[in-house]
């Protein structure tokens, strides 16, 4: 079992600065953190800070590099998992 440490912790410093706006610390953040996952070989995991950085981009109206993320969290994501999409990109 792959411990989440640095993973974790970037994702509770992506998600608190999506919240506050901070959409460029937010995508930087999801990327470190999609980077742990990628090198801890836990694809769920980057998939889904991928799918968050999408959304990041989206608030930078950054339509292709949020397009890029969709895309590697589809590429990273293991059995189909769809549940770290929100409703409206389903």
Same mark, same amino acid.
């Given at each position: 079992? +792959?411990?989440?440490? %640095? ?9 608190? #600065?999506?919240? !506050?706006?901070?959409?460029?610390? *937010? #995508?930087?953040? @999801?990327? !470190?953190? *999609? #980077?742990?996952?990628?090198? =801890?070989? +836990?694809?769920?995991? *980057? #998939? =889904?800070? @991928?799918? =968050?950085?999408?959304? *990041? ?8 590099? =949020?397009?890029?993320?969709? !895309?590697?969290?589809?590429? +990273? ?9 929100? %409703? !409206? @990109?389903?």
């Amino acid at each position: 079992m +792959n411990a989440p440490g %640095p993973s974790a912790s970037m994702s509770g410093l992506a998600d608190v #600065a999506a919240l !506050e706006g901070r959409f460029t610390d *937010a #995508a930087r953040f @999801y990327t !470190e953190g *999609a #980077a742990h996952d990628l090198a =801890a070989q +836990n694809l769920n995991r *980057a #998939a =889904a800070k @991928y799918a =968050a950085l999408a959304n *990041a981009h989206l608030g930078r109206q950054r339509n292709q590099m =949020a397009i890029a993320a969709a !895309e590697k969290a589809l590429m +990273n994501s293991q059995g189909g998992r769809s549940d770290f999409w929100p %409703p !409206e @990109y389903l």
